[in-house]
């Protein structure tokens, strides 16, 4: 995560690049190998991530293709092509999901400085300590999930293929990942088998990083307007005793700093709802199909004695399982604070009520003279 040597310099925070360091790296490293994560560059670092991108679409067609073909043609057991469309579909969604947030880097780095922006600005202790409560929680979630995805997913690419026999006829070939088109014979002969492995295995990367890295944006961007939130209110109940207002001792002054954070936390909200939309929609719906084939999946194999089978679906079904759970569980700390307007617009009020009644007892003591009359 490179940070700018001017904006450090001046940052009210002293901990600012260590804290936006913290939050970002696992996002950094993850979808910055597909090429999504979007950080300027020049020379011919630029052109990485283009190549990354196009790499990515390749071997996700290079390993749908003829899976597709091998399910409509050669295919004839129900129960297999049950467990193929389903791997098929979520190449697919994973394909959906790989655009959208192509088509949204320019969002997504929009989002990421207001992110920095609010970490740079923090001047208290307290503050600072609200918003790493929140950015944990966005990090643990993201981690949770990269490490269910991946065992998973390490699993299902490297270790189960090698684990159930494999023939074409009366012939036993060589396993694969995703099924191929019988009219490619050749992908079952070295050195072919080889790269075609490999390219299968570059495609499950691809589609469970994508997944992956959705998930710890939307953890990563819904935590951080939770802490804001909590920033916002918190400034509201210190109002009148100005504790959390540096150098800010007009009240009416404090107020147009809490409506100015107020309308930062509303815009951050609006462009994050314009990357994630789509890809939230697409990610829980899939889920909830993937889910129910897993669950077909493991029941077919408990009744087949397959215990790798059973233990890499169970795996896969955890992962899903709590990537839905992920966007129920940001969607309930957004939902916590739903009236939080409503908060703002009564505290305002209940400010101005206070303030109204000690001004009226302070001219309750005022003496008449001549320096507080108007003539």
């Given amino acids: ?129 609200r918003m790493l409560k929140y950015a944990g929680i966005g990090r643990n979630l993201s981690l949770i999930c990269t490490t269910t995805m991946y065992s998973a997913g390490f699993i299902y690419h490297l270790i189960l293929p090698f684990c159930v026999e494999h023939k074409l006829g009366n012939e036993t070939i060589r396993p694969l990942v995703y099924p191929t088109y019988s009219e490619f014979s050749q992908s079952h002969i070295s050195p072919t088998y080889e790269i075609v492995y490999m390219a299968h295995c570059m495609c499950g990367y691809t589609i469970y990083t994508v997944t992956v890295g959705t998930c710890g944006l939307a953890a990563i961007f819904a935590t951080h307007a939770c802490g804001q939130i909590q920033m916002v209110l918190s400034r509201l109940e210190d109002l009148l005793d100005g504790k959390n207002f540096d150098q800010i001792p007009n009240i009416q002054q404090r107020i147009a700093a809490i409506v100015k954070s107020h309308v930062q936390v509303m815009r951050f909200a609006a462009v994050v709802e314009e990357v994630l939309q789509e890809i939230c929609l697409v990610e829980f719906t899939s889920s909830l199909c993937t889910i129910c084939l897993l669950e077909y999946y493991c029941i077919l194999d408990w009744q087949a004695n397959d215990r790798v089978g059973l233990l890499t679906y169970f795996m896969l079904l955890v992962s899903f399982v709590f990537n839905v759970f992920i966007l129920c569980y940001i969607g309930e700390l957004l ?36 320096k507080n009359q108007c003539w």
Avoid at 76 to 87: T, V
Avoid at 338 to 345: A, C, D, K, Q, S
């Fill in 1 to 129: 995560m490179e940070i700018s040597p001017d904006r450090q310099a001046t940052s009210l925070n002293a901990s600012y690049q260590r804290d936006v360091q913290y939050i970002f790296t696992p996002s950094n490293w993850i979808l910055g190998s597909i090429g999504i994560w979007p950080i300027p560059f020049r020379g011919i670092r630029h052109h990485i991530s283009k190549i990354s991108i196009f790499t990515c679409n390749f071997v996700l067609s290079f390993a749908m293709v003829p899976c597709a073909l091998h399910i409509i043609y050669d295919q004839k057991d129900l129960n297999i092509r049950l467990k193929l469309s389903g791997l098929l579909g979520f190449c697919g969604t994973a394909m959906l999901k790989f655009f959208v947030l192509v088509i949204r880097r320019p969002k997504i780095r929009k989002c990421i400085e207001y992110v920095e922006d609010d970490w740079w600005q923090v001047k208290f202790k307290s503050d600072r300590e």
């Fill in 335 to 370: 939902m916590e604070k739903p009236n939080w307007n409503n908060v703002l617009f009564d505290q305002l009020v209940s400010t101005s009520a206070a303030i109204s009644s000690r001004s009226y007892t302070d001219n309750r003591h005022v003496q008449p003279s001549r």
